[in-house]
């Protein structure tokens, strides 16, 4: 498994951007799919952005399409989420996970590691 450290979080207003960052420990880093995801209050945790291991492909849910993009750099064992255009909907933790998956997946059982969250509050 790999240890996982999510940062950027806080308060912005709506329209605003917030870009989140999570380092990885290990060396192991660039073998792994890379995926964001998000849990409101009382609601499930749900899939938001995936990256393959190279970075060559990324997958994203619908409703941040055009708004976020996910990213990597591999030389610092970092994953990145830049989020722009963010909506009161948008609010939730944010949580960083790691899939040893041959591809980039958005199936959250294929996480075997997560990060411990960070919040992302967006004001109206």
């Known amino acids: 498994q790999v240890q996982l450290v999510e940062s950027g979080g806080g308060l912005v207003q709506a329209g605003g951007s917030v870009r989140l960052s999570c380092a990885a420990s290990?060396?192991?880093?660039?073998?792994?799919?890379m995926g964001w995801f998000r849990q409101a209050p009382g609601k499930e945790r749900e899939f938001v952005a995936t990256?393959?291991?190279?970075?060559?492909?990324?997958y994203y849910a619908e409703f941040v399409k055009g708004r976020f993009t996910i990213s990597r750099d591999n030389a610092k064992n970092t994953v990145y989420l830049q989020m722009n255009s963010l909506k009161p909907d948008d609010t939730a933790i944010y949580y960083c996970?790691?899939?040893?998956?041959?591809?980039?997946?958005?199936?959250?059982?294929?996480?075997?590691?997560w990060g411990q969250g960070t919040q992302v509050t967006v004001s109206s």
């Open positions: 290990g060396r192991t880093f660039s073998s792994y799919s």
């Open positions: 990256i393959s291991w190279s970075g060559g492909s990324a």
């Open positions: 996970a790691a899939s040893t998956a041959l591809e980039a997946t958005g199936v959250m059982i294929e996480y075997d590691s």
